[in-house]
């Protein structure tokens, strides 16, 4: 089947409710979404899903829930607040912008702009690269473009008081070390967990979800013995990538790729990618920051956050191995991997989104063949279901077409409602997948599904 592309991705879940542009009646405001009944459902599934694995199945792992504002001294700390930005060029002629890196690797496939100095991509655009918009080479000269979005604390607007939007959730998590330590009673290695929303203020937003300004983050951080990381870390890369192949996502659309160049503090760094419409790209990143953050908010706070091993006396900064990935991000790439154009024995093609039951928004469907007769046994089944997992109800058109709408939206099961329904409380459950259909008792279905439907 021909991959389907961004925009027609981003059409039809525009078009089923999932996600709409954002401030639509104002004209729309460039890169960004909001996220209708169904893109909220499945926003809520992945995230679920992903405490389940890493904070509920885990053990020692605890979910923490940190301010999107903290203390500016954060990012001093962190190194933010001095050098996090992205090498910028702009078109003279057409007056398009570009992010440096993503230019060149657009134009020049074969050469690898992480292994290049800010002044070695500048020498580079200036001497091979045409504008992709308008053909003319005439670049401004690379400038670094700061991604923190700043903003004021209190009613006076100066230096004082300006304050960030976290640009990551992980800081948070590092903060909060020794208080998740003595409240948890917890000892090395252990886990902290942070789901929450990031701002960046990027050079070149775009490509529906994938790179927005504002967007929430799924993030581990495991801290650990000097000596033990490696490990860690190796298990974590594997974790993460199972954690998408059990949620139904294509193996041949996943793959680990190592960071050319580490940032200075890190000693090792793995992306899983996937296979976008648009090409391959990261996903979810996968860490080891050794003890420099640690380290580096030991230095700026004046706290000591060293931990002393009871076992051997020693007392050493921990080690932090890294797992982010952003939640929209992975939305994206549940939406490109499970939509598809299927062609029946009939000849007919049906829409189908073949998501894992439990990323789907409904689980059951619930629809009285005729309306007149069947609505009110529905609506009973309904409210009985509706007790144990999310259900719709659909009682208008064909049943052929009420299944094909379900199809669309991933709606695993649907029950049908009808006569034998009322004589012996039995009903026929579709699979979205097989379109097999069986008969069920109605009391039998909370564990039919439920089982079916876990993750
Ligand atoms: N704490 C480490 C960190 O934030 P990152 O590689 O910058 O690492 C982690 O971000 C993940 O967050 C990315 O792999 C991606 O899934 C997601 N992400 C980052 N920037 C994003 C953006 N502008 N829009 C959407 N998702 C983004």
Redesign the pocket.
């Known amino acids: 089947m021909e991959k389907l592309t961004m925009e027609q991705i981003s059409n039809y879940c525009k078009q089923y409710g999932f996600i709409y542009p954002g401030s639509e009646i104002y004209g729309g405001f460039a890169n960004t979404w909001d996220f209708g009944p169904l893109g909220s459902r499945m926003i809520n599934n992945i995230k679920d899903c992903w405490r389940k694995r890493f904070v509920g199945q885990r053990d020692n792992s605890y979910e923490i829930d940190c301010g999107i504002i903290m203390n500016p001294k954060v990012w001093e700390a962190s190194g933010h607040a001095k050098s996090f930005n992205d090498p910028q060029v702009d078109c003279k002629e057409c007056k398009k912008r570009y992010r440096a890196d993503n230019l060149i690797s657009s134009v020049s496939p074969d050469v690898n702009p992480d292994l290049m100095t800010y002044e070695e991509m500048n020498k580079y655009i200036k001497e091979n690269i045409k504008c992709p918009s308008c053909g003319k080479s005439n670049f401004t000269d690379l400038r670094e473009f700061d991604l923190m979005f700043k903003t004021y604390r209190g009613t006076i607007s100066d230096q004082k008081t300006e304050i960030y939007l976290r ?4 800081q948070g998590e590092y903060i909060n070390f020794q208080n998740v330590l003595r409240t948890a009673r917890e000892k090395l290695p252990f886990t902290i967990a942070q789901v929450g929303k ?1 701002f ?1 203020n ?1 050079v070149t ?1 775009g490509n529906f ?5 504002e ?1 929430e ?1 799924m ?1 581990l951080q495991i801290f650990c013995k000097p000596g033990e990381d490696e490990a860690i870390f190796n298990f974590n890369k594997k974790q993460s990538m199972k954690f998408l192949t059990d949620l139904g996502v294509n193996p041949e659309n996943l793959r680990f790729k190592d960071h050319d160049k580490l940032v200075f503090y890190a000693s090792a760094a793995t ?1 899983i990618q996937y296979n976008f419409p648009t090409g391959w790209d ?4 996968i ?1 080891n920051r050794t003890n420099y953050d640690l380290t580096q908010h030991s230095k700026f706070s004046g706290k000591d956050l060293s931990y002393l091993d009871s076992e051997t006396n020693e007392k050493y900064i921990p080690y932090i191995l ?1 797992t ?3 939640v ?3 939305m994206l790439v549940f939406l490109c991997d499970a939509l598809k154009k299927e062609t029946l024995e009939d000849g007919s093609i049906r829409d189908v989104l073949k998501l894992h039951p439990a990323l789907a928004p409904y689980k059951v469907a619930i629809l009285p063949l005729i309306k007149k007769v069947h609505s009110e046994k529905a609506k009973e089944v309904y409210n009985k279901l509706n007790n144990y997992f999310m259900c719709t109800m659909d009682d208008s058109s064909s049943i052929g077409k009420r299944y094909r709408r379900q199809d669309a939206i991933g709606t695993p099961f649907c029950i049908t409602i009808d006569d034998t329904t009322l004589e012996n409380n039995k009903v026929t459950i579709r699979d979205r997948d097989t379109m097999e259909q069986i008969i069920l008792n109605i009391d039998d279905i909370p564990y039919y599904v439920i089982e079916k439907t876990m993750f």
């Not at 640009?167 to 992980?170: A, K, L, M, R, V």
């Not at 990261?282 to 990143?285: M, V």
């Open positions: 640009p990551e959730t992980c990031s960046r990027e937003p979800l994938f790179r927005t300004i967007f983050q993030e992306d990261e996903l979810w990143g860490h890294e982010a990935a952003g929209g991000r992975m």
